[in-house]
């Protein structure tokens, strides 16, 4: 749909410019309608999320209710958690 038509290129410009207040801007994507928006912003969080974002990813899990967005979630969580304890 549009929203993801014009969602999935923010979220991947956001992404590589890893500019300051970009986990917020991808969380804020998560709600998007489009669940292939949702599932990239979920991505970028896996790229860019610090293990402070940890608690937030795993709330948003417990209700997520799209399998491919789920799955993008579940992959998100386990990178940043695998960055929190590497630090």
Known sequence: G???ALLTPV???VKARRT????????????AAAPEARAAAYAGLGDLAGGDALPA???HLAVIDDDTVRKSAELAAIDVA???GDG
Request: glycine letters at 16%; zero cysteines; charged letters at 25%.
């Open 11 to 13: 979220i991947a410009a």
């Open 20 to 31: 300051e207040g970009a986990v917020d801007a991808l969380f804020g994507a998560t709600g």
């Open 2 to 4: 549009g929203d993801a």
């Open 57 to 59: 990813l795993l709330e």
């Open 82 to 84: 695998k960055r929190a």
